[in-house]
């Protein structure tokens, strides 16, 4: 009987010891995560954009619609928001977003509302430095 009990007590706390390892993944990997959600879009777009090295190699999750330049590459496009800013008097909104390399085989079609997974990694666009997400998945809404 006492060795059972100190096999349950083992059994016991290798099953601890794995749901405390299992939790501790997931906290890493959420943290790991960017979430950009409506509210906090511009917030976190311009710390990207001012702290690149605090967000290289992060995923990132961005819902937003799809805008392409007419210099871009064909793989590249913004992810984009329209954001009015109170300290500007206008009734105009500015077009904001983060720049995007399309890694998938999904079709792009602007305007489009989509919602991208990526990385973000450090990327070159008319010789300045910007953030460029390095997009793996692309879901249309």
Do not use: W
């Not at 206008?90 to 995007?100: H, K, M, N, T, Y």
């Not at 990327?123 to 809404?141: A, S």
Request: proline letters at 4%; aromatic letters at 12%; hydrophobic letters at 40%.
């Amino acid at each position: 009987m006492f060795k059972n009990l100190i096999r349950f007590s083992l059994l016991l706390i290798i099953l601890l010891l794995l749901l405390t390892c299992g939790l501790v993944i997931k906290l890493y990997r959420e943290t790991n995560t960017i979430y950009v959600t409506p509210s906090n879009y511009a917030s976190i777009l311009e710390d990207a954009h001012e702290n690149i090295d605090k967000y290289l190699n992060k995923k990132i999750i961005v819902t937003g619609y799809v805008y392409i330049q007419e210099d871009f590459s064909e793989n590249r496009f913004v992810i984009a928001q329209n954001i009015y800013l109170d300290y500007v008097p206008s009734s105009e909104p500015f077009i904001v977003g983060f720049l995007c390399e399309n890694a998938s085989n999904y079709n792009l079609i602007p305007n489009q509302t989509i919602r991208i997974i990526g990385k973000i990694q450090r990327g070159v666009y008319n010789n300045l430095e910007y953030p460029i997400v390095k997009v793996t998945q692309i879901t249309p809404l």
